[in-house]
Nanobody
Framework: QVQLEESGGGSVQAGGSLRLSCVASTYTYSRYCMGWFRQAPGKEREGVASISAGGGRTDYADSVKGRFTISRDNAKNTLYLQMNSLKPEDTAMYYC?????????????????????WGQGTQVTVSS
């Protein structure tokens, strides 16, 4: 069982930046595939970025490529999402997600069904 807690959301103007964090409560964090998702009102939850257990592989949704960066610090059990050049369409609740593949390669993991554990979310609002 893994508990995930996001933080770092807030309100910014278009063009601004935010850095989200997600702390995981597990002794085996370095084994988990991790991802960031977002859900805007009335829309489906969508994958934003994913990162492999060791951090060597990252994948992004086309809508955020070049603007968002996912990273992790396994010594701190923490996942990050650096968001730059924010747009009003980035407004959503952002969730982190975790999946333990017991050492198998994570691959690209941008689909909701690929994760078992979820945080409660942190709100990001971008005004024009």
């Amino acid at each position: 069982q893994v508990q995930l807690e996001e933080s770092g959301g807030g309100s910014v103007q278009a063009g601004g930046s935010l850095r989200l964090s997600c702390v995981a409560s597990t002794y085996t964090y370095s084994r988990y595939c991790m991802g960031w998702f977002r859900q805007a009102p009335g829309k489906e939850r969508e994958g934003v970025a994913s990162i492999s257990a060791g951090g060597g592989r990252t994948d992004y949704a086309d809508s955020v490529k070049g603007r968002f960066t996912i990273s992790r610090d396994n010594a701190k059990n923490t996942l990050y999402l650096q968001m730059n050049s924010l747009k009003p369409e980035d407004t959503a609740m952002y969730y982190c997600a975790a999946e333990d593949l017991l050492g198998f390669p994570c691959g690209e993991r941008l689909q909701r069904f690929q994760y078992t554990y979820w945080g409660q979310g942190t709100q990001v609002t971008v005004s024009s």
